[in-house]
């Protein structure tokens, strides 16, 4: 398979979760704002106008490949969110108590975590700064191993992060999970100075969603429910992995997102055993996508990234 296929696969599985949002919608009570999706549509368009500049008219592959695999990003993340919420409504029993009975083997208590981050608004500071970069560290991701011509990395990762995602999802719909933030309910009064990125309002979405009082998408609006596993906690671990031997930029996103995992429990109300499950999605969608691109000899030559530029 040469790498214009794995590009047209990618197509197709975006393509095949618009499907299933549209059957979905049109066969439920829910309602999707379609001008919300403009947006989406300009963006991607745009791209993939840049992407055929690249290819035909001024052939740059590095150039290209930033641009098809940013508008396929941009197009899945839509699609996947859409799906996200939708699966939610399945309302399958929560494991919430579950979760908590692991996080207390590992002798994690979310609310004494909550306690101390909130006695020190600096860390809280730090915490929701950090959590709130993981979507533009993806999106330069993407950039940065293009810039550099390491296409082979790019593609890999845009395949890792579509792979991730649609395992949080998946899991997500049959082991729902509203958080502990959600599950404790703190009293408001635990928060001082600090306010996390998600709040018990910012949770309600997820409830809603189950006892079918909210029918209503918009990308506009969009909220992520996904708290088992963490895609948050998925998302970094990618990061990390996909800069590992990448000179200058390795221990900075090692930093950076050894910080948002940390942060993901106060930040994203998760439990810990969240953030641990993300990371071992992670873990098996990075190498599962690797060793799918290398078996189906999906890189053409000359798409190894310059090791005077990307080895450490």
């Known amino acids: 398979m040469k790498s214009n296929n794995q590009t047209l696969w990618k197509a197709l599985i975006v393509a095949g979760i618009l499907l299933i949002d549209a059957v979905?919608?049109?066969?439920?009570?829910?309602?999707f704002d379609t001008s919300s999706a403009l947006k989406v549509v300009v963006l991607t368009g745009l791209c993939g106008f840049a992407a055929y500049v690249y290819h035909a008219k001024r052939p740059r592959r590095h150039f290209n490949v930033m641009c098809v695999e940013t508008a396929i990003l941009m197009a899945f993340s839509a699609a996947a969110a859409v799906l996200s919420y939708l699966v939610t409504s399945l309302d399958f029993p929560a494991i919430d108590a579950t979760l908590m009975r692991l996080d207390a083997l590992l002798g994690f208590d979310w609310l004494t975590y909550a306690r101390y981050v909130s006695e020190h608004?600096?860390?809280g500071l730090v915490f929701s700064i950090t959590y709130l970069?993981?979507?533009?560290?993806?999106?330069?991701a993407v950039i940065v191993f293009s810039t550099m011509e390491d296409t082979k990395k790019a593609q890999h990762f845009v395949a890792a992060v579509m792979a991730g995602a649609l395992a949080c999802i998946f899991i997500s719909a049959i082991l729902p999970s509203a958080g502990a933030l959600a599950t404790i309910k703190p009293a408001d009064t635990i928060w001082k100075i600090h306010r996390p990125v998600v709040d018990l309002a910012y949770k309600q979405t997820f409830f809603d969603l189950r006892t079918g009082v909210e029918q209503w998408i918009s990308?506009?609006?969009?909220?992520?429910?996904?708290a088992f596993p963490s895609y948050h906690g998925t998302l970094s671990v990618l990061l990390v992995l996909a800069f590992t031997g990448v000179r200058f930029w390795f221990f900075p996103i090692l930093l950076l997102n050894a910080i948002i995992l940390m942060a993901t429990p106060i930040e994203?109300?998760?439990?810990?055993v969240d953030v641990i499950a993300g990371t071992g999605v992670a873990l098996m969608c990075w190498y599962g996508m690797g060793l799918f691109y290398k078996s189906a000899h999906v890189?053409?030559?000359?798409t190894v990234s310059r090791p005077a530029m990307a080895i450490a």
């Open 24 to 31: 979905w919608i049109a066969a439920s009570d829910f309602r």
């Open 121 to 123: 608004p600096w860390l």
């Open 133 to 140: 970069t993981t979507l533009a560290q993806v999106a330069c």
């Open 219 to 226: 990308l506009n609006s969009i909220k992520g429910l996904i």
């Open 268 to 272: 994203g109300g998760h439990h810990l």
């Open 299 to 302: 890189y053409p030559a000359g």
